[in-house]
């Protein structure tokens, strides 16, 4: 059973910044990647950022130069730190990590809970 846990969600004015935890517990034998999606009100949920073990980020487009996700491996946690926020960065934002629970298991995708991000202009 694989569980994560995020924190630092809720509201800030345009501008501003708020930073996201996400932490990953139970029985990962190899934790392959972790990022963050959102997903806004009548929209798709879409990737946010991503790093892979090794330490290579991919960030969105939309959320380039205002966006930077970091992660520490050996405690299995992720963060987003989010700067210049702007009311369309409200969503729920997804914890997500891919990892395999055994030895020779396949890769699978596991997600948090979800937590509000609301910016007002």
């Known amino acids: 059973q694989v569980q994560l846990v995020e924190s630092g969600g809720g509201s800030a004015q345009s501008g501003g910044s708020l930073r996201l935890s996400c932490s990953a517990s139970g029985s990962i034998y190899n934790l392959l990647g972790m990022g963050w999606y959102r997903q806004a009100p009548g929209k798709q949920r879409e990737l946010v950022a991503s790093?892979?073990?090794?330490?290579?980020?991919n960030i969105a487009d939309s959320v380039k130069d205002r966006f930077t996700i970091s992660g520490d491996n050996s405690k299995k946690m992720v963060y987003l730190q989010m700067n210049s926020l702007k009311a369309e960065d409200t969503a729920v934002y997804y914890c997500?990590?891919?990892?395999?629970?055994?030895?020779?298991?396949?890769?699978?995708?596991?997600w948090g809970q979800g937590t509000q991000v609301t910016v007002s202009s």
């Open positions: 997500h990590i891919q990892a395999r629970v055994r030895i020779w298991s396949t890769p699978s995708d596991y």
């Open positions: 790093i892979t073990v090794g330490g290579n980020t």
